[in-house]
């Protein structure tokens, strides 16, 4: 383990500031009840550069991460717009539309593009091992400024999770929306590109659901979710060498062995 | 560019390298090769010989365009003395990121033991858009070169040259293996030529799933009039579909060609209603059981394709 210990040192690194961020996003997602919202965005900031790869850009051409940035904006606009405007369909409804239509449109672009879909795919797969230090480092300063931005703009972003909208105008609670989907967007696309789609959703639901499960006080679950996020980052990186798996998906397969440790728990010390 | 690199630099390499490597060979210590693809990892072992312990990273079953890393792949690349990929961006997706992370400056790009084994193969489809009925193709050429055994030859000489630059007091080792490989490939090569003549591959047209077949169609007169798959990746579309049997009836298509990891229902129905036989045929060492060598993959590869034909044993 010791001689691996350097190699495995960024991946792992990459890891923990995923589990930063997103333990703490995920609240706000579980609690609207917008579980797939990462999935729906990761797929439009795609097709954002699946349009690059139309007018000839390389999927790392910066004018690639440009247009996946403004996919990001609309789709983020798409979102808020329609949550207010129908409050009687769920919300759930809308993000399965608009990742699915995404989806195919990439495919009806990439069928016009000479390479194929190959490239689009590596947008999903992510490649946890190949971490760099600098990746890490652009993760971290990108996931730092988004978090100080929810950190200053926490009364709304909590109030509209919580459901709690009234004295807000439709206006403003589409404008926070609006603002959450953005940062939210962008803090996911850059994620996936690291850790891959399956990753990503894993670091952004199973922390916060754990930390529900153990304990209701708002500050204590964030400690929960963040202390198991990383407690599942060591133990699956670990997994992954003592086993030698794919190490993406040995760290999805720990959290859920966290998870039914935290059932288990819960079944056993009831509240 | 690593071709034009003044001899004189190279010399000074190879004797810096050989100071360092020299003692180890003599302590018969083995040139740590480790390959993308089986395929490679063959002619290496054919090479190397005794000299070298070679390991593949993918299986011969897996896409070569799309490997899950493990972390025992960042160890193997840390130690390892040389590193092969097929080059013209098959590992594009995943191994520049490993070969980065792996803390070996030698097996990166530039570094001595970093060799991409399409050096000096004749690429096709190479230089962009070739024309809408043959397809849009990559601007770095099609990577599937080693499936034409005169391409194994070329792969074969560039991986004793990397070796002989590791281990120069080894070079008449890997040399005489060499020759032995080159004279063994080229007699199985005109068995392979009869045996594809006998069948009746010459001048034949298919079809491919994918396109991985156009080096092999180079080596044995095959003529790839179409693909089931319209782009890389992209599923075809009813339309494409239709049109794919009329023109495989209408232009006497002899044979469907399938990658073993695509789902083959499609193309065996499309091989059904144009009445056409299909084969899934291996396109890499150890996809198949039968082989288990680069020598013995054009056998097994010949050896389907009769079957398909509805030949019995030669």
């Not at chain 1, 040995?250 to 288990?264: D, I, Y």
């Not at chain 2, 803390?103 to 991409?116: K, S, T, W």
């Not at chain 2, 003549?197 to 156009?214: C, D, E, Q």
């Not at chain 2, 060598?293 to 509805?310: M, N, S």
């Amino acid at each position: 383990m010791i001689e691996a210990l350097p190699l495995l040192l960024w991946p792992l690194l990459a890891c923990i500031a995923i589990a930063g961020i997103h333990a703490y996003l995920g609240f706000h997602v579980v609690e609207r009840g917008v579980i797939f919202v990462d999935l729906a965005l990761a797929q439009v900031a795609a097709l954002g550069a699946t349009i690059g790869f139309l007018l000839g850009y390389d999927l790392h051409d910066p004018a690639a991460g440009w247009l996946s940035v403004a996919a990001v904006i609309i789709g983020a606009a798409l979102l808020a717009f329609l949550k207010a405007e129908n409050r009687r369909i769920p919300q759930e409804a809308f993000i399965g539309i608009v990742y699915a239509v995404a989806a195919a449109t990439a495919i009806l672009i990439v069928d016009r593009t000479p390479e194929g879909a190959e490239h689009i795919k590596f947008m999903f797969v992510g490649n946890l091992l190949a971490a760099t230090p600098a990746e890490v480092g652009r993760l971290a300063a990108l996931y730092l400024g988004i978090g100080i931005l929810h950190v200053a703009w926490r009364k709304p972003f909590f109030a509209i999770s919580h459901g709690r909208t009234e004295g807000m105008s439709t206006t403003s609670v589409r404008l926070w929306d609006f603002l959450f989907y953005l940062t939210f967007g962008l803090v996911v696309t850059q994620s996936v590109a690291v850790g891959g789609v399956l990753l990503v959703f894993s670091y952004l639901i199973v922390p916060s659901v754990i930390a529900m499960l153990l304990t209701d006080a708002p500050r204590t679950r964030l400690a929960v979710g963040w202390i198991s996020g990383i407690v599942v980052s060591v133990g699956g990186m670990i997994a992954s060498y003592q086993f030698d798996f794919p190490t993406g998906a040995t760290v999805v397969a720990t959290f859920g062995v966290g998870l039914a440790l935290a059932l288990a728990y819960r079944g056993l010390v009831p509240r | 560019m690593r071709h034009r690199i003044h001899p004189l630099v190279r010399i000074a390499a190879a004797t810096a390298v050989a100071l360092i490597w020299s003692g180890a060979a003599h302590a018969g210590a083995r040139l740590s090769v480790i390959t993308t693809t089986p395929d490679l990892a063959s002619i290496a072992e054919e090479i190397g010989g005794d000299r070298v312990a070679v390991e593949s990273l993918s299986k011969g079953y897996q896409d070569p365009h799309f490997v899950d890393a493990k972390p025992s792949y960042l160890l193997k690349l840390r130690k390892a003395d040389l590193f092969v990929e097929v080059g013209r961006d098959l590992e594009a997706g995943w191994a520049p990121g490993l070969l980065n992370n792996a803390r070996n400056a030698r097996v990166r790009p530039g570094g001595i033991g970093f060799l991409d084994a399409s050096a000096g193969v004749a690429i096709l489809e190479q230089g962009g858009r070739v024309g809408r009925e043959q397809g849009d193709v990559h601007p770095l050429g099609n990577p599937h070169h080693w499936l034409n055994p005169v391409n194994g030859l070329v792969i074969a000489a560039n991986i004793r040259d990397a070796l002989t630059r590791l281990a120069p007091a080894e070079a008449k080792y890997f040399h005489d293996r060499f020759v032995s490989f080159e004279s063994r490939l080229k007699s199985k090569l005109d068995g392979w030529r009869k045996d594809a003549a006998s069948l009746g591959l010459t001048g034949m047209k298919v079809v491919t799933y994918h396109r991985s077949w156009p080096y092999f169609a180079e080596a044995f007169g095959l003529d790839v009039v179409d693909y089931v798959e319209p782009r890389p990746g992209v599923p075809p579309a009813p339309r494409h579909v239709q049109d794919l049997i009329e023109l495989m009836k209408a232009q006497k298509v002899g044979l469907l060609i399938v990658e073993p990891y695509f789902d083959p229902k499609l193309p065996s129905r499309i091989a059904q209603s144009a009445g056409v036989p299909m084969v899934v045929l291996p396109p890499s060492v150890g996809a198949s059981p039968v082989a288990r060598g680069y020598l013995d993959l054009f056998d097994a590869q010949l050896d389907l394709i009769r079957k398909a034909l509805g030949g019995g044993a030669p």
